[in-house]
Protein backbone atom coordinates (compact mmCIF):
# COMPACT_ATOMS: atom_id res chain seq x y z
CA UNK A 1 0.00 0.00 0.00
CA UNK A 2 1.38 3.78 -0.11
CA UNK A 3 1.50 5.49 2.77
CA UNK A 4 0.91 9.13 3.55
CA UNK A 5 3.78 10.71 4.75
CA UNK A 6 2.31 14.71 3.85
CA UNK A 7 0.20 14.67 7.30
CA UNK A 8 3.02 13.08 9.60
CA UNK A 9 4.79 15.09 11.85
CA UNK A 10 8.38 13.45 11.83
CA UNK A 11 7.92 13.95 7.89
CA UNK A 12 7.21 17.48 8.06
CA UNK A 13 10.40 17.76 10.82
CA UNK A 14 12.56 15.76 8.08
CA UNK A 15 11.29 18.12 5.22
CA UNK A 16 11.43 21.54 7.09
CA UNK A 17 14.83 21.17 9.00
CA UNK A 18 18.13 22.43 6.57
CA UNK A 19 21.00 19.44 6.52
CA UNK A 20 24.52 20.42 7.35
CA UNK A 21 27.40 19.41 4.63
CA UNK A 22 24.31 18.05 2.99
CA UNK A 23 23.84 15.49 5.58
CA UNK A 24 21.53 15.84 8.71
CA UNK A 25 22.61 14.55 12.26
CA UNK A 26 19.62 13.99 14.73
CA UNK A 27 20.65 14.34 18.57
CA UNK A 28 19.54 13.71 22.00
CA UNK A 29 21.55 12.74 25.19
CA UNK A 30 20.87 11.47 28.78
CA UNK A 31 22.85 12.29 31.69
CA UNK A 32 22.59 8.25 33.22
CA UNK A 33 22.60 9.19 36.95
CA UNK A 34 20.45 6.54 38.55
CA UNK A 35 18.45 3.42 37.00
CA UNK A 36 17.12 5.11 33.63
CA UNK A 37 13.09 5.27 33.73
CA UNK A 38 10.61 4.53 31.03
CA UNK A 39 9.74 8.29 30.52
CA UNK A 40 13.13 8.70 28.73
CA UNK A 41 12.41 6.48 26.27
CA UNK A 42 9.95 9.27 24.85
CA UNK A 43 12.64 11.57 23.86
CA UNK A 44 14.63 9.21 22.11
CA UNK A 45 12.16 6.83 20.51
CA UNK A 46 10.90 10.88 18.99
CA UNK A 47 14.52 11.34 17.11
CA UNK A 48 14.28 7.94 16.00
CA UNK A 49 11.10 8.02 14.24
CA UNK A 50 12.75 11.72 13.13
CA UNK A 51 15.81 9.95 11.66
CA UNK A 52 13.82 7.41 10.10
CA UNK A 53 11.57 10.38 8.32
CA UNK A 54 14.33 11.59 7.05
CA UNK A 55 16.02 8.90 5.27
CA UNK A 56 12.67 8.23 4.20
CA UNK A 57 12.56 11.26 2.42
CA UNK A 58 15.70 10.60 0.70
CA UNK A 59 18.30 12.44 3.23
CA UNK A 60 21.66 11.29 4.43
CA UNK A 61 21.26 11.22 8.71
CA UNK A 62 22.78 9.53 11.11
CA UNK A 63 20.99 9.43 14.64
CA UNK A 64 23.65 10.08 17.61
CA UNK A 65 22.93 9.50 21.40
CA UNK A 66 25.02 10.95 23.67
CA UNK A 67 25.82 9.76 27.24
CA UNK A 68 27.00 12.51 29.51
CA UNK A 69 28.84 10.44 31.84
CA UNK A 70 31.16 13.31 32.46
CA UNK A 71 28.49 15.00 34.49
CA UNK A 72 28.83 15.02 38.85
CA UNK A 73 26.33 12.61 40.81
CA UNK A 74 24.18 15.75 42.20
CA UNK A 75 21.08 13.05 43.46
CA UNK A 76 21.62 10.00 45.18
CA UNK A 77 19.69 7.20 43.09
CA UNK A 78 17.71 5.28 45.87
CA UNK A 79 19.13 1.68 44.48
CA UNK A 80 22.59 2.18 45.05
CA UNK A 81 24.19 1.42 49.39
CA UNK A 82 24.62 4.40 51.60
CA UNK A 83 28.43 3.64 50.90
CA UNK A 84 28.04 5.22 47.35
CA UNK A 85 27.76 8.31 49.26
CA UNK A 86 31.12 9.31 49.41
CA UNK A 87 31.02 10.03 45.79
CA UNK A 88 28.65 12.33 45.41
CA UNK A 89 29.98 15.47 43.13
CA UNK A 90 31.87 12.64 41.41
CA UNK A 91 32.20 12.06 37.86
CA UNK A 92 29.69 9.46 37.39
CA UNK A 93 32.23 8.10 34.88
CA UNK A 94 34.68 7.87 37.34
CA UNK A 95 31.89 6.33 40.34
CA UNK A 96 32.98 2.44 40.50
CA UNK A 97 30.23 0.38 39.71
CA UNK A 98 27.89 -1.68 42.09
CA UNK A 99 28.03 -4.93 40.20
CA UNK A 100 31.23 -6.57 38.09
CA UNK A 101 31.57 -6.13 34.57
CA UNK A 102 30.60 -2.37 33.86
CA UNK A 103 33.25 0.11 33.95
CA UNK A 104 31.75 2.46 36.31
CA UNK A 105 28.74 3.88 37.51
CA UNK A 106 27.54 5.88 34.58
CA UNK A 107 27.75 2.23 32.28
CA UNK A 108 26.20 0.66 34.81
CA UNK A 109 22.89 2.30 34.40
CA UNK A 110 23.83 3.46 30.68
CA UNK A 111 24.05 -0.27 29.29
CA UNK A 112 21.08 -1.44 30.94
CA UNK A 113 18.81 1.59 29.15
CA UNK A 114 20.49 0.83 25.77
CA UNK A 115 19.86 -2.26 25.93
CA UNK A 116 16.13 -1.47 25.99
CA UNK A 117 15.81 0.90 23.75
CA UNK A 118 18.01 -1.02 21.41
CA UNK A 119 15.13 -4.06 21.53
CA UNK A 120 12.91 -0.70 20.36
CA UNK A 121 14.71 -0.77 17.36
CA UNK A 122 16.21 2.27 17.94
CA UNK A 123 19.87 1.97 17.16
CA UNK A 124 21.85 5.29 17.50
CA UNK A 125 26.04 5.85 17.07
CA UNK A 126 26.65 5.98 21.04
CA UNK A 127 28.91 8.59 22.03
CA UNK A 128 30.64 9.10 25.74
CA UNK A 129 31.04 12.82 26.98
CA UNK A 130 34.32 11.66 28.75
CA UNK A 131 35.72 10.25 25.80
CA UNK A 132 35.05 13.34 23.78
CA UNK A 133 37.03 15.42 26.61
CA UNK A 134 39.76 13.19 27.83
CA UNK A 135 40.43 12.45 24.32
CA UNK A 136 41.63 16.22 23.52
CA UNK A 137 38.93 16.45 20.80
CA UNK A 138 36.55 18.87 23.13
CA UNK A 139 39.65 21.09 23.65
CA UNK A 140 38.78 23.55 21.06
CA UNK A 141 35.59 23.88 22.11
CA UNK A 142 36.60 24.27 25.71
CA UNK A 143 39.05 27.12 24.64
CA UNK A 144 36.23 28.94 22.24
CA UNK A 145 34.18 29.19 25.88
CA UNK A 146 36.66 29.78 27.71
CA UNK A 147 37.85 32.94 25.86
CA UNK A 148 34.54 34.26 25.61
CA UNK A 149 33.35 33.52 28.67
CA UNK A 150 31.99 37.25 29.75
CA UNK A 151 29.84 36.53 25.95
CA UNK A 152 28.52 33.30 27.38
CA UNK A 153 28.28 35.01 30.78
CA UNK A 154 26.20 37.60 29.38
CA UNK A 155 24.07 35.39 27.28
CA UNK A 156 22.86 33.30 30.33
CA UNK A 157 22.27 36.44 32.35
CA UNK A 158 20.04 38.56 29.60
CA UNK A 159 18.36 35.50 28.57
CA UNK A 160 17.61 33.69 31.49
CA UNK A 161 17.88 36.18 34.07
CA UNK A 162 20.87 33.70 35.77
CA UNK A 163 23.06 35.58 38.66
CA UNK A 164 26.52 34.93 37.21
CA UNK A 165 29.14 37.09 38.72
CA UNK A 166 31.99 39.34 36.67
CA UNK A 167 34.93 36.74 36.45
CA UNK A 168 32.72 33.53 35.79
CA UNK A 169 33.86 30.69 33.42
CA UNK A 170 31.73 28.46 32.16
CA UNK A 171 33.69 25.04 33.49
CA UNK A 172 34.06 22.80 35.97
CA UNK A 173 37.32 21.53 37.16
CA UNK A 174 37.93 17.87 38.26
CA UNK A 175 39.20 18.55 41.40
CA UNK A 176 42.95 17.25 41.83
CA UNK A 177 42.72 16.61 45.79
CA UNK A 178 39.47 14.44 46.29
CA UNK A 179 37.89 14.01 42.88
CA UNK A 180 35.30 16.00 42.69
CA UNK A 181 33.96 18.33 39.69
CA UNK A 182 30.62 19.49 40.83
CA UNK A 183 32.19 21.21 43.86
CA UNK A 184 34.94 23.25 42.14
CA UNK A 185 34.54 27.38 41.50
CA UNK A 186 36.20 28.04 38.53
CA UNK A 187 37.79 31.35 37.39
CA UNK A 188 41.40 33.47 35.75
CA UNK A 189 42.01 31.98 32.81
CA UNK A 190 45.37 32.76 31.75
CA UNK A 191 45.23 30.98 28.66
CA UNK A 192 47.11 27.90 29.59
CA UNK A 193 45.65 27.05 33.14
CA UNK A 194 42.30 27.99 35.39
CA UNK A 195 42.15 29.17 39.16
CA UNK A 196 39.72 26.89 40.60
CA UNK A 197 38.81 26.47 44.81
CA UNK A 198 36.87 23.03 45.65
CA UNK A 199 34.03 25.05 47.91
CA UNK A 200 31.47 22.68 47.81
CA UNK A 201 27.88 22.48 46.37
CA UNK A 202 24.17 21.89 47.51
CA UNK A 203 24.44 17.90 47.26
CA UNK A 204 28.28 17.87 48.20
CA UNK A 205 31.10 19.09 50.12
CA UNK A 206 33.99 20.13 48.80
CA UNK A 207 37.48 19.92 50.54
CA UNK A 208 38.64 23.17 50.07
CA UNK A 209 41.68 22.52 48.03
CA UNK A 210 42.64 25.12 45.75
CA UNK A 211 45.27 25.12 42.70
CA UNK A 212 45.95 25.89 39.13
CA UNK A 213 45.36 23.43 36.30
CA UNK A 214 45.19 22.74 32.52
CA UNK A 215 41.40 22.45 31.65
CA UNK A 216 42.08 20.81 28.73
CA UNK A 217 42.22 17.09 28.08
CA UNK A 218 39.56 16.01 30.28
CA UNK A 219 40.44 18.03 33.66
CA UNK A 220 37.54 20.11 33.36
CA UNK A 221 34.13 20.25 31.89
CA UNK A 222 31.89 22.68 30.18
CA UNK A 223 28.88 24.42 32.79
CA UNK A 224 26.04 22.15 30.35
CA UNK A 225 24.23 25.26 28.65
CA UNK A 226 27.25 25.47 27.02
CA UNK A 227 28.43 22.43 26.66
CA UNK A 228 24.82 21.34 25.19
CA UNK A 229 25.82 24.52 22.37
CA UNK A 230 29.11 22.75 22.10
CA UNK A 231 27.79 19.53 21.40
CA UNK A 232 25.92 20.60 18.42
CA UNK A 233 28.21 21.86 17.04
CA UNK A 234 31.33 18.91 17.87
CA UNK A 235 28.56 16.52 16.45
CA UNK A 236 27.12 18.93 13.46
CA UNK A 237 23.96 18.38 15.36
CA UNK A 238 21.02 19.37 12.76
CA UNK A 239 17.89 18.12 14.71
CA UNK A 240 17.28 17.92 18.23
CA UNK A 241 14.24 18.23 20.17
CA UNK A 242 13.98 18.24 24.24
CA UNK A 243 11.40 18.46 27.02
CA UNK A 244 9.40 21.14 27.59
CA UNK A 245 11.09 22.31 30.94
CA UNK A 246 14.19 23.67 28.67
CA UNK A 247 11.64 25.23 26.22
CA UNK A 248 10.18 27.81 29.05
CA UNK A 249 10.96 31.63 28.67
CA UNK A 250 14.43 32.19 29.03
CA UNK A 251 15.17 28.46 29.78
CA UNK A 252 17.88 26.37 28.70
CA UNK A 253 17.07 25.88 25.14
CA UNK A 254 17.15 29.60 24.17
CA UNK A 255 20.22 30.04 26.18
CA UNK A 256 21.97 27.00 24.34
CA UNK A 257 20.49 28.30 21.13
CA UNK A 258 22.16 31.83 21.51
CA UNK A 259 26.06 30.21 22.43
CA UNK A 260 25.96 28.25 19.48
CA UNK A 261 24.73 30.87 17.27
CA UNK A 262 26.94 33.69 18.82
CA UNK A 263 30.05 31.56 20.47
CA UNK A 264 30.79 28.65 19.04
CA UNK A 265 29.39 29.83 15.15
CA UNK A 266 27.35 27.13 14.18
CA UNK A 267 23.61 27.27 13.40
CA UNK A 268 21.94 25.58 16.20
CA UNK A 269 19.77 22.46 15.33
CA UNK A 270 16.59 22.25 14.42
CA UNK A 271 14.41 22.15 17.49
CA UNK A 272 10.91 21.52 19.50
CA UNK A 273 9.60 20.83 22.67
CA UNK A 274 8.09 17.69 23.54
CA UNK A 275 5.17 16.91 26.82
CA UNK A 276 6.49 14.84 29.34
CA UNK A 277 5.79 10.67 29.92
CA UNK A 278 4.16 10.94 32.99
CA UNK A 279 3.36 8.11 35.83
CA UNK A 280 0.26 9.02 37.85
CA UNK A 281 0.57 12.81 36.77
CA UNK A 282 3.79 13.20 38.10
CA UNK A 283 7.06 13.84 35.82
CA UNK A 284 9.80 11.08 36.51
CA UNK A 285 13.26 11.32 37.59
CA UNK A 286 16.07 8.94 37.25
CA UNK A 287 18.35 10.14 40.07
CA UNK A 288 15.54 10.59 42.50
CA UNK A 289 14.10 6.73 41.68
CA UNK A 290 10.77 8.57 40.56
CA UNK A 291 8.75 6.23 37.94
CA UNK A 292 9.15 2.73 35.94
CA UNK A 293 12.75 1.78 35.05
CA UNK A 294 12.56 1.27 31.47
CA UNK A 295 13.86 -2.10 31.73
CA UNK A 296 10.77 -3.20 34.42
CA UNK A 297 8.33 -2.07 31.71
CA UNK A 298 10.22 -3.41 28.96
CA UNK A 299 10.32 -6.64 30.46
CA UNK A 300 6.63 -6.43 30.45
CA UNK A 301 5.28 -5.43 27.54
CA UNK A 302 6.79 -6.22 24.01
CA UNK A 303 9.24 -4.23 22.23
CA UNK A 304 6.99 -3.31 19.32
CA UNK A 305 4.05 -2.53 21.24
CA UNK A 306 6.35 -0.14 23.67
CA UNK A 307 7.46 1.83 20.73
CA UNK A 308 3.60 1.67 19.36
CA UNK A 309 2.60 3.85 23.16
CA UNK A 310 5.53 6.48 21.71
CA UNK A 311 4.37 6.97 18.34
CA UNK A 312 0.89 7.05 18.41
CA UNK A 313 1.31 10.37 20.39
CA UNK A 314 2.16 13.77 18.91
CA UNK A 315 5.27 15.29 20.68
CA UNK A 316 3.14 17.83 22.14
CA UNK A 317 0.71 16.10 23.56
CA UNK A 318 1.53 14.09 27.25
CA UNK A 319 1.48 10.46 27.95
CA UNK A 320 -0.26 9.41 30.61
CA UNK A 321 0.65 6.21 31.73
CA UNK A 322 -0.24 3.50 34.28
CA UNK A 323 -0.01 -0.20 33.67
CA UNK A 324 -2.16 -1.22 35.91
CA UNK A 325 -5.68 -2.50 34.77
CA UNK A 326 -6.90 -2.23 31.14
CA UNK A 327 -3.83 0.04 29.78
CA UNK A 328 -2.15 -3.09 28.29
CA UNK A 329 -5.31 -4.64 26.99
CA UNK A 330 -6.28 -1.41 25.15
CA UNK A 331 -2.70 -0.86 23.71
CA UNK A 332 -2.95 -4.51 22.49
CA UNK A 333 -6.25 -3.48 20.78
CA UNK A 334 -5.34 -0.35 19.39
CA UNK A 335 -2.10 -1.96 17.81
CA UNK A 336 -4.37 -4.43 16.01
CA UNK A 337 -6.46 -1.52 14.64
CA UNK A 338 -3.94 0.15 13.13
CA UNK A 339 -2.86 -2.69 11.60
CA UNK A 340 -6.28 -3.28 10.10
CA UNK A 341 -6.20 0.32 8.71
CA UNK A 342 -2.86 -0.05 7.53
CA UNK A 343 -3.63 -2.66 5.40
CA UNK A 344 -7.51 -1.30 3.94
CA UNK A 345 -9.33 -3.56 6.65
CA UNK A 346 -11.04 -1.05 8.48
CA UNK A 347 -11.65 2.46 7.89
CA UNK A 348 -9.99 5.61 9.96
CA UNK A 349 -10.48 9.68 9.66
CA UNK A 350 -7.07 9.74 10.94
CA UNK A 351 -4.56 9.87 8.28
CA UNK A 352 -1.73 9.42 10.79
CA UNK A 353 -2.39 5.81 11.37
CA UNK A 354 -0.62 4.02 8.65
CA UNK A 355 2.43 6.02 8.96
CA UNK A 356 2.23 5.65 12.89
CA UNK A 357 1.73 1.84 12.32
CA UNK A 358 4.79 1.85 9.93
CA UNK A 359 7.18 3.59 12.04
CA UNK A 360 6.13 1.40 14.88
CA UNK A 361 7.57 -1.35 13.36
CA UNK A 362 11.12 -2.94 14.55
CA UNK A 363 12.35 -3.23 11.60
CA UNK A 364 11.14 -3.95 7.63
CA UNK A 365 7.89 -3.22 6.46
CA UNK A 366 4.57 -4.29 8.26
CA UNK A 367 3.43 -7.83 7.18
CA UNK A 368 -0.45 -8.85 7.51
CA UNK A 369 -1.80 -11.38 9.27
CA UNK A 370 -4.45 -12.29 11.97
CA UNK A 371 -3.67 -10.75 15.34
CA UNK A 372 -5.54 -12.99 18.38
CA UNK A 373 -7.17 -10.48 20.78
CA UNK A 374 -5.57 -10.41 23.67
CA UNK A 375 -7.41 -9.76 26.25
CA UNK A 376 -9.49 -13.13 25.16
CA UNK A 377 -6.04 -14.93 25.03
CA UNK A 378 -5.45 -13.29 28.91
CA UNK A 379 -9.22 -14.94 29.80
CA UNK A 380 -8.29 -18.02 27.95
CA UNK A 381 -5.29 -19.01 29.95
CA UNK A 382 -7.12 -19.10 33.43
CA UNK A 383 -8.97 -21.86 32.31
CA UNK A 384 -7.42 -24.97 32.72
CA UNK A 385 -9.09 -27.33 30.39
CA UNK A 386 -9.04 -24.89 27.13
CA UNK A 387 -6.56 -25.96 24.22
CA UNK A 388 -5.76 -21.85 23.55
CA UNK A 389 -4.61 -22.30 20.30
CA UNK A 390 -7.28 -24.81 19.20
CA UNK A 391 -9.55 -21.93 20.57
CA UNK A 392 -8.05 -19.06 18.36
CA UNK A 393 -7.93 -21.22 15.47
CA UNK A 394 -11.24 -21.62 15.78
CA UNK A 395 -11.73 -17.68 16.49
CA UNK A 396 -9.93 -17.34 13.48
CA UNK A 397 -11.75 -19.98 11.43
CA UNK A 398 -8.77 -21.03 10.00
CA UNK A 399 -5.80 -22.85 10.99
CA UNK A 400 -3.07 -20.29 12.19
CA UNK A 401 0.02 -19.51 10.40
CA UNK A 402 3.57 -20.22 11.57
CA UNK A 403 3.62 -16.23 12.04
CA UNK A 404 0.63 -16.46 13.72
CA UNK A 405 1.51 -19.35 15.80
CA UNK A 406 4.15 -17.51 17.20
CA UNK A 407 2.67 -13.93 18.42
CA UNK A 408 -0.14 -15.73 19.77
CA UNK A 409 2.91 -17.74 21.65
CA UNK A 410 3.96 -13.94 22.61
CA UNK A 411 0.96 -12.91 23.37
CA UNK A 412 0.26 -15.64 25.81
CA UNK A 413 3.72 -15.00 27.88
CA UNK A 414 2.56 -10.91 28.10
CA UNK A 415 -0.73 -11.86 29.19
CA UNK A 416 0.41 -14.32 31.97
CA UNK A 417 2.91 -11.64 32.97
CA UNK A 418 0.05 -8.80 32.60
CA UNK A 419 -2.26 -10.99 34.93
CA UNK A 420 0.06 -11.61 37.84
CA UNK A 421 1.57 -7.65 38.03
CA UNK A 422 -0.75 -5.62 36.39
CA UNK A 423 -4.46 -6.51 35.66
CA UNK A 424 -7.38 -6.07 38.44
CA UNK A 425 -9.58 -8.67 40.26
CA UNK A 426 -12.15 -8.42 37.46
CA UNK A 427 -9.95 -9.32 34.77
CA UNK A 428 -9.56 -12.25 36.31
CA UNK A 429 -11.39 -15.39 36.19
CA UNK A 430 -12.26 -19.08 36.42
CA UNK A 431 -15.54 -21.18 35.73
CA UNK A 432 -17.81 -21.67 38.64
CA UNK A 433 -18.23 -25.28 40.19
CA UNK A 434 -22.24 -24.75 40.13
CA UNK A 435 -24.19 -22.07 38.09
CA UNK A 436 -25.61 -19.75 40.21
CA UNK A 437 -29.29 -19.23 38.37
CA UNK A 438 -30.61 -16.80 41.35
CA UNK A 439 -31.71 -13.61 39.52
CA UNK A 440 -31.97 -15.10 36.33
CA UNK A 441 -35.46 -14.82 34.42
CA UNK A 442 -37.51 -17.95 32.97
CA UNK A 443 -36.94 -16.37 29.61
CA UNK A 444 -33.36 -15.82 29.79
CA UNK A 445 -33.76 -19.38 31.27
CA UNK A 446 -35.55 -20.77 27.89
CA UNK A 447 -33.04 -18.83 25.82
CA UNK A 448 -29.67 -20.18 27.13
CA UNK A 449 -31.58 -23.74 26.74
CA UNK A 450 -32.34 -23.06 23.00
CA UNK A 451 -29.14 -21.84 22.55
CA UNK A 452 -27.53 -24.68 23.71
CA UNK A 453 -28.82 -26.73 20.39
CA UNK A 454 -26.37 -24.08 18.35
CA UNK A 455 -23.26 -24.82 19.39
CA UNK A 456 -22.07 -26.68 16.31
CA UNK A 457 -22.84 -23.56 14.13
CA UNK A 458 -20.17 -21.01 13.23
CA UNK A 459 -19.82 -18.05 15.63
CA UNK A 460 -21.93 -15.36 12.71
CA UNK A 461 -24.33 -17.50 12.80
CA UNK A 462 -24.50 -17.90 16.77
CA UNK A 463 -24.95 -14.62 17.07
CA UNK A 464 -27.71 -14.31 14.29
CA UNK A 465 -29.32 -17.15 16.48
CA UNK A 466 -28.79 -15.56 19.98
CA UNK A 467 -30.58 -12.40 18.25
CA UNK A 468 -33.49 -14.52 17.13
CA UNK A 469 -34.11 -16.41 20.11
CA UNK A 470 -33.69 -13.40 22.39
CA UNK A 471 -36.30 -12.02 19.98
CA UNK A 472 -38.64 -14.77 20.41
CA UNK A 473 -38.25 -15.23 24.47
CA UNK A 474 -38.72 -11.26 24.40
CA UNK A 475 -35.61 -10.38 26.46
CA UNK A 476 -32.47 -8.35 25.08
CA UNK A 477 -29.29 -9.42 23.83
CA UNK A 478 -27.86 -7.76 27.12
CA UNK A 479 -29.94 -9.84 29.32
CA UNK A 480 -29.42 -13.29 27.86
CA UNK A 481 -25.02 -12.29 27.97
CA UNK A 482 -25.74 -11.27 31.60
CA UNK A 483 -27.05 -14.39 32.04
CA UNK A 484 -24.34 -16.62 30.23
CA UNK A 485 -21.56 -15.00 32.45
CA UNK A 486 -23.62 -15.59 35.39
CA UNK A 487 -23.67 -18.72 34.90
CA UNK A 488 -20.90 -19.27 33.42
CA UNK A 489 -18.23 -17.06 35.43
CA UNK A 490 -20.59 -15.85 38.57
CA UNK A 491 -20.11 -12.09 36.64
CA UNK A 492 -22.07 -10.03 34.85
CA UNK A 493 -19.34 -9.08 31.99
CA UNK A 494 -16.49 -11.08 31.18
CA UNK A 495 -14.75 -12.10 27.76
CA UNK A 496 -16.66 -12.06 24.04
CA UNK A 497 -19.40 -14.48 24.64
CA UNK A 498 -19.17 -16.49 21.88
CA UNK A 499 -15.60 -17.10 21.00
CA UNK A 500 -15.33 -17.65 24.76
CA UNK A 501 -17.79 -20.74 25.26
CA UNK A 502 -16.63 -21.87 21.69
CA UNK A 503 -13.45 -22.59 23.67
CA UNK A 504 -14.95 -24.41 26.68
CA UNK A 505 -15.77 -28.03 26.27
CA UNK A 506 -18.70 -28.09 24.23
CA UNK A 507 -20.50 -30.87 26.16
CA UNK A 508 -19.81 -28.77 29.45
CA UNK A 509 -21.58 -25.94 27.95
CA UNK A 510 -24.47 -27.55 26.45
CA UNK A 511 -25.28 -29.20 30.55
CA UNK A 512 -24.09 -25.84 32.04
CA UNK A 513 -26.76 -23.98 29.57
CA UNK A 514 -29.47 -26.74 30.22
CA UNK A 515 -28.74 -26.53 33.55
CA UNK A 516 -27.55 -29.72 34.02
CA UNK A 517 -24.25 -28.97 35.50
Known sequence: MTEKHDMFWADQIAREAKPFKGKHVVGDAKTPSGRIHVGSLRGLVIHDLIHKAVLDSGQKSEYIYRFDDFDPMDGFPPDLPESFKKHMGEPLCNIPSPEKGFDSLAQYYALEFKEVFEKLGCKPKIVWASQAYRSGKMNELVRTALDNAEKIREINVRISGAKKQEGWLPISVVCEKCGKIGTTHVTDFDGKTVKYACAGAKYAEGCEHESRITPFDGNAKLTWKAEWAAQFKFYEVTIEGAGKDHYAAGGARDVSNEISDKVFGYPHPYNFPYEFFLLGGRKMSSSKGIGLSAKGVSDSLPSNILRFVFAKYKPRTAIEFNPDGETVPRLYDDWDKFS????????????????????????????????????????????PSVNVEKAIEKYKGSALTQEEKQELKERTEYARLWLEKFADENSKISIAKHADWNGVSESAKKALDEFAECLGLSESEQAEKIKAICLAQGISVQE??????????????????????????????????????
Open 340 to 383: RVYFGKEENRDPDVPRIFALSQLSGKPKEHFHPQFSFVAFLIQV
Open 480 to 517: FYKSAYKIFINREKGPKLIPFLNALDKGFVEKRLKGEA
